[in-house]
């Protein structure tokens, strides 16, 4: 069988004789009796695969099968009851391998049945791929890349395909790369992507169950996320065939680089270590900033803190600014912070009677500690309209802003000043009109 394509593109002439190399061994194995008796071997081991399997298959699963109990063997034997699919397309390529033998004894030959060896071995992978693997990304990676491949070496194509990959050479500037350096890049990269998120998944499962500080909880689950990440991509770098001597002597000119111009970046980042490590504000605790900013820590990055405040705005702080600045942390020692209600009475009142009129009125409040110490009514001055108070209590808790408790407080102490008779002071003026007042004004 011959076609003139003298005017066609090279691909096109390389498909149309892959074609008829085809055609002729086709031809060749339908008229050849060790062919025929080879196509009848592998039916053969189809059928006696299938009828091996229908009885295999449930012996091996209840051998197998964990059911209820629950010990070190539990995980193994699960995993083993989820490859009882591949037992017929491997026990038919067992039994073509055994029927191979046989044949290239008797007649020399065995390319039907090797090739019906690999149609078997597509089946298995096909019944893995499609079976087998439950995480969404693998099976994606398996339907797009390991299919291909195997039908790709089903078809005896594979060596032919790698060749011309190899020598496909792409360029990006001055740098070369083959199409099969840029396919296993892909390949690896993707497996290595994977197997870096199982790994940091369970490491950092792992971590969260010791008994630490949360602090070096997240600084270990960072440190090994970045080690797992960090070695993914030395092995991703060696498997695309770049030289990581040279990949050094970047990385080393773009790090001084980065640290001239990014020192507050660097700075900030060693600072959120050295807050992680020492634990003196981490997510959760209520802190004011020299600055001014009070809030509670939500989250905390490489470069910052954010805080909540109480009207829900969200501020981001360097982390810089809890080093080298004075931070007061509320929650530091405990929930239990002291807070204090100023008041004043007039000048008529028996301050004497004050204080434990007061205290009595604030130890009613449900969020009022009588530890570390109770409701304290101090004398503070006298003002100009009044004698001034105030009245300092602990809560478990934060006065936001202050409303929580503070309002609360006074509202107990308005009313028992009033249940008491005693005058709350407001500010007055004396006018002295000096000559008298006129005489239309006096009448």
């Given at each position: 069988m011959n076609f003139d394509l003298t005017g066609y593109p090279p691909i096109v002439q390389q498909i149309a004789d892959y074609a008829v190399q085809a055609y002729d061994l086709a031809v060749g194995w339908l008229l050849?009796?060790?062919?025929?008796?080879?196509?009848?071997?592998?039916?053969?081991?189809?059928?006696?695969?299938?009828?091996?399997?229908?009885?295999?298959?449930?012996?091996?699963?209840?051998?197998?099968?964990?059911?209820?109990?629950?010990?070190?063997?539990?995980?193994?034997?699960?995993?083993?009851?989820?490859?009882?699919?591949?037992?017929?397309?491997?026990?038919?390529?067992?039994?073509?391998?055994?029927?191979?033998?046989?044949?290239?004894?008797?007649?020399?030959?065995?390319?039907?049945?090797?090739?019906?060896?690999?149609?078997?071995?597509?089946?298995?992978?096909?019944?893995?791929?499609?079976?087998?693997?439950?995480?969404?990304?693998?099976?994606?990676?398996?339907?797009?890349?390991?299919?291909?491949?195997?039908?790709?070496?089903?078809?005896?194509?594979?060596?032919?395909?790698?060749?011309?990959?190899?020598?496909?050479?792409?360029?990006?500037?001055?740098?070369?790369?083959?199409?099969?350096?840029?396919?296993?890049?892909?390949?690896?990269?993707?497996?290595?992507?994977?197997?870096?998120?199982?790994?940091?998944?369970?490491?950092?499962?792992?971590?969260?169950?010791?008994?630490?500080?949360?602090?070096?909880?997240?600084?270990?689950?960072?440190?090994?996320?970045?080690?797992?990440?960090?070695?993914?991509?030395?092995?991703?770098?060696?498997?695309?065939?770049?030289?990581?001597?040279?990949?050094?002597?970047?990385?080393?000119?773009?790090?001084?680089?980065?640290?001239?111009?990014?020192?507050?970046?660097?700075?900030?980042?060693?600072?959120?270590?050295?807050?992680?490590?020492?634990?003196?504000?981490?997510?959760?605790?209520?802190v004011e900033l020299d600055g001014g900013e009070a809030g509670k820590i939500v989250k905390m990055t490489a470069r910052a803190a954010i805080l909540e405040t109480f009207d829900g705005r969200w501020i981001v702080v360097p982390n810089e600014d809890f080093i080298t600045t004075r931070v007061v942390n509320y929650s530091d020692q405990g929930s239990a912070n002291r807070y204090e209600a100023p008041f004043s009475v007039s000048y008529d009142t028996d301050i004497n009677l004050v204080p434990a009129i007061i205290e009595a009125a604030v130890s009613t409040h449900p969020d009022v500690l009588d530890l570390p110490y109770p409701p304290d009514c101090e004398l503070r001055g006298f003002g100009d309209s009044g004698i001034d108070f105030a009245v300092e209590f602990w809560v478990n808790g934060i006065d936001d802003g202050p409303n929580k408790y503070t309002s609360d407080v006074l509202f107990l102490i308005w009313n028992a000043l009033k249940d008491n008779g005693i005058e709350i002071p407001y500010p007055h003026r004396v006018i002295e009109v000096k000559g008298g007042l006129p005489a239309q004004a006096s009448q």
């Open positions: 050849s009796p060790a062919a025929w008796s080879q196509f009848a071997i592998l039916v053969g081991a189809y059928l006696l695969a299938v009828l091996i399997a229908r009885r295999l298959r449930p012996a091996l699963k209840n051998m197998i099968d964990p059911g209820d109990t629950d010990n070190m063997f539990t995980a193994p034997r699960l995993f083993v009851l989820q490859l009882l699919p591949l037992v017929l397309p491997l026990l038919a390529y067992a039994l073509t391998f055994i029927g191979e033998q046989v044949v290239r004894s008797i007649f020399d030959s065995g390319a039907v049945i090797a090739f019906g060896k690999r149609v078997f071995l597509f089946l298995a992978v096909r019944v893995f791929v499609r079976d087998i693997i439950q995480d969404p990304f693998l099976k994606l990676l398996g339907r797009f890349m390991l299919l291909p491949i195997a039908a790709l070496y089903m078809l005896g194509m594979l060596d032919v395909v790698t060749l011309q990959l190899t020598e496909t050479v792409v360029g990006v500037g001055n740098i070369q790369f083959s199409l099969i350096s840029i396919v296993r890049g892909v390949i690896a990269g993707s497996l290595l992507f994977w197997l870096g998120q199982w790994s940091n998944s369970q490491t950092s499962a792992l971590i969260e169950k010791q008994e630490m500080r949360p602090s070096i909880r997240q600084l270990l689950i960072k440190t090994v996320e970045f080690m797992i990440f960090g070695v993914a991509f030395l092995v991703l770098m060696n498997v695309m065939g770049i030289n990581l001597g040279a990949l050094a002597v970047l990385g080393g000119a773009i790090g001084v680089g980065l640290g001239f111009g990014l020192q507050k970046i660097a700075s900030n980042f060693i600072s959120g270590v050295i807050l992680l490590v020492e634990g003196q504000a981490t997510v959760g605790d209520f």
